[in-house]
């Protein structure tokens, strides 16, 4: 069934991106991908690893809410400690300055999902809201499972995929999500096509 809900979306992203410099950030430095001939200049290619991320996500239509990142066995609950560390790739176009594309993906991140949506209480990270959140809110589900993040100048394209368990009960479900955001003129965000969705494994 195609859903299309209205969904906001809270992207820690932005700020895991903008500390990768920090303690989350493994790689020594970008390799950069130069043309030997500058007056015909290649594609730029940045590539990183360890870029910690938290992206939280919200569909309207099933009243769920998910928190990628680990919130559970935690030494310290802290904005670093609930991050996922994935691959990052950005590739910078010559003929337009401001035509980036920034690539993340990961095999093994964190997700648990909620049901009822407290955004205020996850987003933006204040650690007393965000720490006493995830420590007395039952999860509906959690599990591991693999992320694709496509983030344009103009667009965004969020995809996680994997198994799951229902936590009441150790059911195994099959869980999707998708999250697409275009940029409108004005610059602001607008959600074009977004779903969480979780199938029973082996039926309904």
């Not at 965000?130 to 969020?158: D, H, R, W």
């Given at each position: 069934?195609?859903?299309?809900?209205?969904l906001?979306?809270?992207?820690?992203?932005?700020?895991g991106c903008?500390?990768?410099?920090?303690?989350?950030?493994?790689?020594?430095g970008?390799?950069?991908?130069?043309?030997?001939?500058?007056?015909?200049?290649?594609?730029?290619?940045?590539?990183r690893?360890?870029?910690?991320?938290?992206?939280?996500?919200?569909?309207?239509?099933?009243?769920?809410?998910?928190?990628?990142?680990?919130?559970?066995?935690?030494?310290?609950?802290?904005?670093?400690?609930?991050?996922?560390?994935?691959?990052?790739?950005?590739?910078?176009?010559?003929?337009?300055?401001?035509?980036?594309?920034?690539?993340?993906?990961?095999?093994?991140?964190?997700?648990?999902?909620?049901?009822g949506?407290?955004?205020?209480?996850?987003?933006?990270?204040?650690?007393?809201?965000?720490?006493?959140?995830?420590?007395?809110?039952?999860?509906?589900?959690?599990?591991?499972v693999?992320y694709?993040?496509?983030?344009?100048?103009?667009?965004?394209?969020?995809?996680?995929?994997?198994?799951?368990?229902?936590?009441?009960?150790?059911?195994?479900?099959?869980?999707?999500?998708?999250?697409?955001?275009?940029?409108?003129?004005?610059?602001?965000?607008?959600?074009?096509?977004?779903?969480?969705?979780?199938?029973?494994?082996?039926g309904?």
């Amino acid at each position: 069934m195609n859903r299309m809900p209205r969904l906001m979306l809270a992207l820690a992203l932005v700020g895991g991106c903008s500390e990768r410099t920090g303690s989350g950030a493994t790689a020594a430095g970008p390799t950069l991908d130069f043309a030997d001939t500058p007056s015909s200049p290649s594609i730029i290619v940045i590539r990183r690893d360890g870029i910690p991320v938290r992206v939280i996500t919200v569909d309207t239509t099933s009243g769920l809410m998910a928190i990628h990142g680990p919130v559970d066995n935690l030494p310290v609950c802290t904005n670093a400690t609930t991050r996922d560390p994935v691959d990052g790739q950005q590739i910078n176009t010559p003929s337009d300055a401001q035509g980036i594309r920034l690539l993340l993906q990961a095999s093994d991140t964190h997700v648990e999902i909620y049901q009822g949506i407290n955004l205020a209480a996850v987003f933006p990270f204040v650690a007393a809201s965000f720490c006493s959140f995830v420590a007395s809110t039952p999860k509906a589900y959690e599990g591991i499972v693999a992320y694709q993040v496509n983030l344009g100048s103009s667009m965004a394209s969020f995809r996680w995929q994997g198994d799951v368990t229902r936590v009441s009960d150790g059911t195994p479900f099959h869980y999707v999500e998708r999250q697409d955001v275009v940029a409108t003129p004005s610059g602001g965000g607008k959600t074009t096509s977004s779903y969480i969705r979780l199938e029973a494994v082996g039926g309904p």
